[in-house]
């Protein structure tokens, strides 16, 4: 492993770092989530407000993130601890929530892909995917405390990507997530580019990219299309999950964080825009072939790829081979994801206790496989739709809002512009400190009052009361309280005692 003086790992090049920060921004919400929401936002016209939000808060939280990290050498609750001590866990919240929550699920997911990549040889999702989805593939129960019976082909994909996950961290900073991003990048690329030029040779095509891009400009005078788009900005850019801080605190003194900023962001949305062409070439298809509207043939997130797609693909001639290749793309853009999670609290775990990497990295993979076992049961699908809504609605909101007031307010924000100038091609300017004091908290905090006002309104997808407290809002309160724990335990090293490098 490649170590630098101060006995932190570090990427061979900044290429590595790159790949890996496009892999773990890069994931299964990029391929149906947002051709979905640029659909139900005005199409062509959604690109506006998500051009905006890519430019006034992903790309400086991004490079808040990044120069968090490099700057402060740490992982976030290292980091943080370095700005302000008190403030050290917020680091362990964003790392505590994401480890024991949202890759416990997401791994799930990735199993679920799996299972479909193996399907697509035969079509073995028969004649009603729907059906064999939500009635045979996930017998969903009745109610997430009816927990029901655990799949069995779901656990053993889950079983088989949690050691993927394993072995790719335990091969270490450079000599595993490095290669393998390397490898996943390129093949993800690869593939997508064959479903794109494939799709484009379907009849309907031209009926699904006109619901793709043609733009409804009404849209755009309600709030929640705007919403939407700072939201699925901040989610795909995995902003507030400590990876980015803990990516760039691998990167040697001398590195370019701006131009680093724009190439990731701009590689992460041009993939969902170019993504969303084979989507929507599919859901042309079907349309066609079945004389349906396209608005009867979208669905929503979940649907769109294990309903509809392999609906399209029972159509489709070779629809066996393209299904391979579209779970196969699924599966890779899961584990580029997968494994940053791991290494975020792996890192934090180090730079606190100074414990065994290889010990933590086979303890914790071992605890987030028991953890997903929820998810694999007939109630999983319900357990997971709350965990997710909780987690990524609140928690990411929060850490990006406390994020911006920590770095903003209580710290040198203007240090920290000087530092990123001082080493980067690509100057900042000082709009970049309005957005991060003042535009971007707002922002942040419309969405969090929005969700908490529909949430007191009605209860989320009708379930119980009951079942969003015990589940949701219980799942929030046990992560704060871990965050404050580790916090609150004694550093075994002397990374805490260290200045940042622009000091």
């Not at 755009?220 to 801080?245: E, H, R």
């Not at 792996?346 to 414990?355: E, H, L, P, R, Y």
């Not at 903003?408 to 100057?427: A, K």
Request: one cysteine or more; a neutral charge.
């Amino acid at each position: 492993m490649k170590i630098r003086g101060d006995g932190r790992s570090q990427w061979n090049n900044q290429w590595g770092f790159i790949v890996a920060a496009v892999g773990s921004a890069i994931g299964l919400g990029n391929i149906w989530r947002f051709s979905y929401m640029a659909y139900e936002n005005g199409g062509g016209a959604f690109l506006i407000p998500y051009l905006v939000a890519l430019f006034t808060a992903g790309l400086p939280l991004l490079l808040l993130e990044f120069v968090i990290g490099h700057e402060r050498v740490g992982s976030a609750p290292l980091a943080y601890a370095k700005i302000k001590e008190r403030w050290e866990w917020l680091g362990w919240w964003a790392v505590t929530f994401v480890m024991f929550g949202i890759i416990l699920y997401y791994v799930v997911v990735i199993a679920w892909c799996l299972n479909f990549f193996f399907l697509s040889f035969n079509l073995g999702w028969g004649a009603d995917p729907n059906s064999f989805f939500f009635k045979d593939f996930l017998k969903v129960s009745g109610a997430p405390s009816e927990i029901g019976g655990i799949r069995e082909r779901i656990l053993l994909a889950t079983v088989f990507i949690w050691f993927l996950n394993w072995l790719i961290v335990y091969r270490g900073v450079d000599r595993g997530i490095e290669v393998a991003n390397k490898i996943f990048m390129p093949l993800l690329f690869l593939l997508t580019v064959v479903l794109v030029v494939w799709s484009s040779t379907l009849e309907g095509i031209g009926i699904g990219l006109k619901a793709y891009i043609t733009p409804d400009f009404s849209k755009l005078a309600k709030p929640k299309v705007w919403i939407d788009a700072y939201s699925q900005i901040f989610y795909t850019l995995t902003l507030g999950f400590g990876i980015m801080i803990v990516y760039a605190s691998y990167l040697p003194e001398k590195t370019n964080l701006s131009k680093s900023s724009l190439l990731i962001a701009f590689l992460n949305s041009g993939y969902s825009l170019f993504a969303g062409i084979a989507t929507f070439s599919i859901l042309g298809y079907m349309a066609t072939q079945q004389g349906k509207e396209i608005s009867e043939v979208v669905s929503q997130s979940i649907g769109l790829a294990f309903v509809a797609y392999p609906k399209a693909l029972s159509l489709i001639p070779g629809g066996n081979i393209f299904g391979v290749i579209f779970f196969f793309c699924l599966v890779v853009a899961g584990l580029s994801s997968a494994i940053s999670i791991i290494e975020a609290f792996v890192s934090a775990m180090i730079d606190k206790f100074d414990m065994n990497r290889t010990f933590l990295i086979t303890v914790f993979s071992i605890l987030g496989l028991l953890g997903s076992i929820i998810f694999t049961t007939e109630a999983g699908l319900l357990w997971l739709d709350i965990v997710d809504h909780f987690l990524t609605h609140y928690c990411l909101v929060a850490v990006g809002i406390l994020e911006c007031i920590l770095v903003g307010w209580l710290f040198r924000l203007d240090s920290m512009r000087q530092y990123i100038n001082r080493i980067s091609s690509v100057h900042i300017g000082p709009w970049w400190n309005f957005l991060i004091k003042f535009f971007i908290p707002c922002i942040l905090l419309v969405i969090l009052i929005g969700n908490l006002y529909s949430e007191l309104k009605e209860p989320y997808e009708g379930y119980t009361w009951s079942s969003l407290f015990f589940i949701g809002w219980t799942w929030i309160v046990i992560t704060l309280i871990v965050a404050f724990i580790l916090s609150s335990r004694p550093w075994r090293t002397n990374k805490r005692t260290g200045e940042g490098r622009s000091e």
